[in-house]
């Protein structure tokens, strides 16, 4: 992402981290604490976004010239792991009994429905939702979380009509998602011929208008 400007008020980034976390029932960490592990600041700060930073893997699922949805991986920074893990109540090194990953997925992961999972699929009709999510799956790797999973689109999109955008965002920007490289983007499903870039998306800055988000621009041609 490019970001313009990185200021913005602390009551907005209290509301913002409330969304990405559930802390698990019991736990003695608030969303505002998790705000002050997370920054290092005080109320009354001029504080700078983005505080999470995830690194985005995907995997562009076709059927034949339909795109159907997204196979995830995203690698959490080192700092926010260890707040995580801590805010659930996690001691045990991975990998996970499948209840642990189950209480992850329910307390970590599954609010962000709220913020539609990051994946904001546009078409010339209009946007299409994530309606499930699949095979979730969290792990280590070092001293980072990894979360694993798949994404279903409503609807099948037909590549074949016209451009389609799909961002992996957070409009929030309180969490950065980025790819590390081109190797992040999967493109083998796609069907012969298409042209799949990572643009920006300079029409619709998100943020108040002050960063523009990453986008994957996927134009095939007429079968």
């Not at 907005?12 to 290092?40: D, E, K, M, N, Q």
């Not at 009354?44 to 690194?55: C, T």
């Not at 962000?112 to 078409?123: E, G, K």
């Amino acid at each position: 992402m490019v970001p313009l400007s990185s200021l913005l008020p602390y009551n907005r980034v209290r509301r913002v981290v409330a969304g990405l976390l559930r802390p698990a029932p019991g736990s003695a960490l608030s969303s505002a604490a998790l705000v002050a592990v997370l920054i290092g600041s005080s109320p009354g700060v001029a504080l700078a976004h983005p505080h999470v930073f995830l690194e985005n893997h995907v995997v562009l699922r076709f059927d034949g010239r339909l795109l159907t949805g997204f196979d995830f991986v995203w690698r959490f920074d080192e700092v926010f792991s260890a707040t995580m893990l801590d805010s659930l109540g996690l001691t045990d090194k991975a990998p996970w009994s499948a209840d642990t990953v189950a209480a992850i997925q329910r307390d970590g992961f599954d609010n962000l429905v709220n913020y539609d999972y990051f994946v904001h699929v546009m078409t010339a009709a209009g946007p299409v939702k994530v309606t499930a999510i699949r095979n979730f799956a969290a792990s280590m790797s070092g001293e980072r979380l990894v979360f694993q999973f798949t994404a279903d689109l409503a609807s099948a999109v037909d590549s074949s009509e016209k451009p389609i955008r799909a961002g992996f965002f957070d409009h929030t920007y309180y969490v950065d998602v980025g790819f590390p490289d081109a190797a992040a983007i999967d493109t083998t499903q796609a069907p012969p011929g298409c042209r799949i870039n990572l643009t920006l998306d300079t029409e619709n800055p998100i943020y108040s208008g002050t960063v523009y988000p990453q986008t994957v621009l996927i134009q095939c041609p007429r079968s």
